[in-house]
Antibody
């Protein structure tokens, strides 16, 4: 079955860029859409953005100016970059798969999450 | 402040039924039959329990039931079990500018 694994630095300095990678096994990133979601400690989920099979992306309007997502089909990975981070970006970051090649139909496979602290 | 409003907590005894509400607007819940629900146990990743308002992924118990009326979606869990104790989040598609919006989450306690 499809499995997702997030990886990247656990500690990022303020004003720098957070970079995370999601490695997909058991499936291809050339199929389905792929999302990033984050969750500050003790708080709710926040959708960050979605990577489409075309290579294009859409982002949460509140983060759009700082977010970039991309995919590497040769490595079957997709990535998240969040620039100019502050303490408010400290959270557990999850990658997830959209059930369909369409937005809003549910995220059916999730990575285990990776904690990123901005300090 | 979350885009969708959920009660902070609900509780019920084993065997009982509970309902968690998720209130949005005519721009999200009210406009699309694209509401999903996620269950999250402490320290774990969320798990998809309901998609497209009332559909269950394979393997999810039929004790979980989703519905929608107007701008409010609901998740009903019948025959409560201890393992149902978790946080529950709703999520709605909100169009091609806002995309996916989550609720603030509801902590379910099984007494």
């Amino acid at each position: 079955q499809v499995q997702l694994q997030e990886s990247g630095p656990g500690l990022v300095k303020p004003s720098e860029t957070l970079s995370l990678t999601c490695t997909v096994s058991g499936g291809s990133i050339s199929s389905f859409y792929w999302s990033w979601i984050r969750q500050p400690a003790g708080k709710g989920l926040e959708w960050i953005g979605r990577l489409y099979t075309s290579g294009n992306s859409d982002y949460n309007p509140s983060l759009k100016s700082r977010v970039t997502m991309s995919g590497d089909t040769s490595k079957n990975q997709f990535s998240l970059r969040l620039s100019s981070v502050t303490a408010a970006d400290t959270a557990v970051y999850y990658c997830a798969r959209d059930r369909k090649e369409a937005a809003g139909y549910g995220l059916d496979v999730w990575g285990q999450g990776t904690t990123v602290t901005v300090s | 402040q979350s885009a969708l409003t959920q009660p902070a907590s609900v509780s019920g005894s084993p065997g009982q039924s509970i309902t968690i509400s998720c209130t949005g607007t005519s721009s999200d819940v009210g406009s699309y039959n694209l509401v999903s629900w996620y269950q999250q146990h402490p320290g774990k990743a969320p798990k998809l329990m309901i998609f497209e308002v009332n559909k269950r992924p394979s393997g999810v118990s039929n004790r979980f039931f989703g519905s929608k009326s107007g701008n409010t979606a609901s998740l009903t869990i019948s025959g409560l079990q201890a393992e149902d104790e978790a946080d529950y989040y709703c999520c709605s598609y909100a169009g091609s500018y806002t995309f996916d919006v989550f609720g603030g989450g509801t902590k379910l306690t099984v007494l």
